[in-house]
């Protein structure tokens, strides 16, 4: 018999005091880990309306974290740097010598906050035609179905159908991320058959502003939240199953996604908060630029770096290479991002060093943390659009919307923007910068199979191979810090392209590439012996590693 490890759900609940301590502390604090296996209990319906408005107020912040060190769990610890974007500055304590270092404890934040979310609006989901309220229901069926994609996106298969049930007990049941997938597509379409036809009375109404604190309390954006989903997951198979990917993104831009027109689904930063990332960045230190991010930005942003500027400081402080001389770099000088896999320091040691390098922009710390960018739609259709599928316009057009877009969205004014823009989409071909590691020169690289191969101008004379590398790697910039879907691209499609770790500490199957997935959770309120049983069988004869490719991540070319 495989030992079991589990945590009664009663247990998890007189921990619940801990959450309290750790509220607002950095991840190598004492209490740090404790409150990532803490799970709210719920019953598996709610008597009123009240109680229902509860439970979702509760559940919309957990779907990506507003509390700094849920955050860091769920996002920054790993997905950030396997999406590129940001990497870990120092070892927490020896607790994470490399980036792609496997640790149980930080690896516990995707599960922890799917759980969270979902004992809220599950209960919301079958209690909603009792309360006469269906539209309640479909709202809580979007915010299900989002939590759970984004989660199996994250291990693979999971007990999709047991969680959706509120079981808590062992045995439970890995389901494949096809089946996933498929009941996902399902209940969406339904939730927007029901919203579509929605007529609430004057207190729904206001029961739905009451705790939509992410879509404006308004039908029309769940609807679009909804579809744009859809078309994601559409882009996700589509290597997998490529006629069902096509009906679906069809189906879903002819229902109505996400437009240039409309607003982000995003949670604000409330009066006196910071966003997560500024302060994981600029207070604790655990967090800097990413070599493969500044790279990007560097090659396409021309003179003026417009994204680089706005998203990212240049190095805060003078800076010494590892052996104490001086990297002749002034503070204020350079944008310097660290490489994956580089040997970082304790925080409170070596303060010279990588901890110097490119902190989150001041000015980013009261920017919404982002749902669903309609930027990301935009892009989606663009990549569909070159697949020869119906998405309302042709592939230049998306392209051009999108980054058009973004632009606007990280502007002071329109006219800022455009003046940014025209000037961005005049480069044809990436600028030939090649990053260098001023503490480590040893780290430095310039092998150019790794490093964005296109510019940002349109060109129908591409191929399109060409062409998809323009639109992921536009899309890339644009959907910044969205590090899930990011990383997910990279998995599926290869771009954009990154440079690759300088060591990697993980399970080795990745043999120094692509971190394809986390491996299962065997602690906390997981059962080993399910993950054995049903779990791993479920993946598809390929082991528990994090070089195994999910269902969607097919290894073919892209066209």
């Known amino acids: 018999m495989k030992k079991k490890f589990f945590i009664h759900p009663f247990f998890l609940l007189c921990l619940s005091a801990l959450a309290v301590l750790t509220a607002t502390s950095s991840c190598t604090d004492e209490f740090g880990d404790v409150e990532l296996n803490l799970i709210h209990g719920s019953t598996h319906s709610v008597a009123d309306l009240e109680t229902a408005k509860g439970m979702m107020l509760e559940a919309i912040p957990r779907i990506h974290e507003l509390r700094e060190h849920q955050y860091q769990y769920q996002w920054n610890l790993h997905i950030d ?11 927490l304590e020896g607790r994470l010598p490399s980036t792609n270092y496997l640790n149980s404890d930080f690896e516990s934040g995707p599960i ?19 309360l006469e309220f269906p539209e309640l229901g479909a709202v ?18 999971m007990p999709y159908f047991d969680y959706r049930d509120l079981k808590e007990d062992p045995p439970m049941k890995y389901v494949p991320v096809k089946d996933i997938y498929y009941d996902i597509l399902e209940k969406l379409t339904e939730a927007v058959d029901t919203l579509k036809k929605a007529d609430m009375t004057p207190e729904q109404k206001e029961a739905l502003v009451f705790f939509d604190k992410i879509a404006g309390g308004e039908v029309s954006n769940w609807i679009k939240l909804a579809n744009t989903l859809r078309l994601r997951i559409a882009m996700h198979i589509k290597k997998a199953e490529p006629e069902k990917a096509k009906r679906e993104a069809e189906a879903a831009v002819q229902a109505g996604v996400l437009t240039q027109t409309d607003r982000d689904i995003e ?90 390098f490119s902190k989150i922009h001041r000015n980013f710390a009261t920017h919404p943390i982002p749902i669903m960018k309609a930027v990301e739609a935009l892009f989606l259709r663009a990549e569909g659009a070159l697949y020869g599928w119906d998405m309302g316009g042709t592939a230049k057009q998306f392209y051009e919307e999108g980054i058009c877009q973004s632009f606007i969205r990280e502007s002071a004014t329109e006219r800022e923007a455009l003046i940014y823009y025209n000037a961005y989409m005049r480069i044809d071909r990436p600028a030939d910068i090649t990053y260098i590691d001023y503490y480590d020169r040893k780290n430095d690289y310039d092998n150019e199979e790794h490093l964005v191969q296109v510019g940002n101008k349109w060109d129908e004379a591409d191929s399109n191979e060409r062409k998809l590398e323009r639109i992921m790697t536009q899309k890339y910039i644009a959907n910044y810090p969205v590090s899930l879907e990011a990383w997910t691209d990279i998995r599926r499609t290869g771009y ?31 059962s080993a012996e399910d993950v054995y049983d049903t779990g791993i069988p479920a993946l598809g004869g390929a082991g528990d590693y994090q070089g195994t490719r999910l269902w969607w991540d097919v290894d073919r070319p892209n066209f």
């Open 112 to 130: 922890s906050n799917f759980l969270w979310v979902i004992r809220q609006v599950v209960p919301v989901m079958n209690s909603a035609n009792d």
């Open 81 to 91: 740097n396997y999406a590129g974007y940001l990497c870990v500055a120092n070892n």
């Open 267 to 356: 949670l604000a930063i409330p009066a006196g908060d910071h966003h997560p990332l500024y302060t994981i960045s600029d207070t604790w230190n655990d967090t800097r630029l990413n070599a493969s991010f500044e790279n990007i930005l560097k090659r396409l942003g021309g003179d003026n770096r417009f994204m680089l500027n706005k998203l990212f400081e240049a190095n805060h402080a003078p800076l010494e290479d590892k052996n104490g001389n001086p990297a002749f770099l002034e503070p204020g000088e350079q944008y310097v991002g660290i490489r994956s896999g580089s040997s970082v320091f304790n925080k409170n040691e070596n303060l010279g060093a990588y901890v110097v």
């Open 496 to 526: 954009p392209r990154q440079i690759p770790v300088v060591y990697d500490a993980g399970d080795h199957s990745t043999r120094g590439g692509v971190v394809r997935r986390i491996p299962f959770q065997l602690d906390g309120s997981v």
């Open 140 to 157: 809580a069926t979007i915010i299900f179905c989002l939590a759970a994609q984004e989660y199996t996106d994250v291990h693979g298969p």
